[in-house]
C-alpha cells in the first residue's frame, strides 16, 4: 500500500514570497490533515478535511495560509505571502474516517523563510 | 480537551526495557489514548492505541490502569534504532474531529538509547 505522497521535501523562499505544499492521501482515506511542525515542538494541526470539506481550520492564519482539497483526494496547502516564523516542517497525514483511526504520515515538506 | 503531560526526555541504555508515562488527568470517558513515534526528518508513525487495561502489539505494550488518569507506554528491550521522540495524545474515540475534538500533540518525550 502506497504511503501519503508530499512534495516538494524542502523548500527555500524569501519572506513575502509565496509557496504551495502539494500531498496525495492514501487510497481511500477520507480525512486529511495539514500539520506544521517547528523545529523542537510538537505537530500542530493547521486544517482538516473530510472529504473535500473542511471540519477544522481554527488553527489556520487565515489572512496567510489557504488549503483545498480537490475531488476529495489530493490536496494543497499555499502560504502567500511567507513570513520569517513560517519557516517549519509542512506534515501532511490521512486516515480512514474519525480521529481515533490511525494516521498516516506523509515525510513532510520543510520550509525555510530568509 | 483532556491535556497530556510528559517527560521532556529520557536516557536508556540498549537491551533494557523503558517506560514512558504520560499524565491525562481530565480525561473524558469517551477518550482513548494514542501514541506515536516521530524520527528525525520524518512525519510521526502510530505505535498503539489503548482505553483501558492492557493492550500489546509486536512493537509495545500500553498500561491504563482503572482511573485512566495516566497511561504508560512500555518498549521491551530497547535497541539504538528506537531513539526517537514519543508523542502521548488524548482524544474522543466517536469524534470526527473538528475544534473539539483533535487529536493535539504535544512536545513529546525524546528518548536516547546509548549503547
Known amino acids: 500500500e502506497a504511503g501519503v505522497a508530499q512534495s516538494p521535501r524542502y523548500k527555500i523562499i524569501e519572506k513575502r514570497q509565496s509557496v504551495a505544499f502539494w500531498c496525495n492521501p492514501i487510497?481511500?482515506?477520507?480525512?486529511l490533515y495539514w500539520y506544521q511542525q517547528i523545529l523542537g515542538q510538537g505537530p500542530k494541526l493547521l486544517i482538516q478535511?473530510?472529504?473535500?470539506?473542511?471540519?477544522?481550520d481554527s488553527q489556520l492564519p487565515k489572512d496567510r495560509f489557504s488549503a483545498e482539497r480537490l475531488k476529495g483526494v489530493d490536496s494543497t496547502l499555499k502560504i502567500q505571502p511567507a513570513k520569517l516564523e513560517d519557516s517549519a516542517v509542512y506534515l501532511c497525514a490521512s486516515s480512514l474516517d474519525r480521529v481515533s483511526d490511525t494516521q498516516y504520515f506523509g515525510p513532510g515538506t520543510r520550509l525555510t523563510v530568509l | 480537551l483532556a491535556k497530556t503531560t510528559q517527560p521532556i526526555s529520557m536516557d536508556s541504555y540498549e537491551g533494557q526495557e523503558v517506560n514512558i508515562t504520560c499524565s491525562h488527568n481530565n480525561i473524558a470517558t469517551n477518550d482513548y489514548i494514542t501514541w506515536y513515534q516521530q524520527f528525525p526528518s520524518q512525519g510521526p508513525r502510530f505505535i498503539i492505541q489503548?482505553?483501558?487495561t492492557k493492550v500489546t502489539n509486536e512493537v509495545a505494550s500500553l498500561f491504563i490502569p482503572a482511573d485512566r488518569k495516566s497511561s504508560t507506554l512500555s518498549l521491551p528491550r530497547v535497541s539504538l534504532s528506537d531513539t526517537a521522540v514519543y508523542y502521548c495524545l488524548v482524544g474522543d474515540i466517536m469524534n470526527y474531529g473538528g475544534s473539539q475534538g483533535n487529536l493535539i500533540f504535544g512536545k513529546g518525550t525524546k528518548l536516547s538509547v546509548k549503547p
Open positions: 489503548g482505553y483501558k
Open positions: 487510497s481511500g482515506h477520507a480525512t
Open positions: 478535511f473530510q472529504n473535500n470539506g473542511v471540519v477544522d
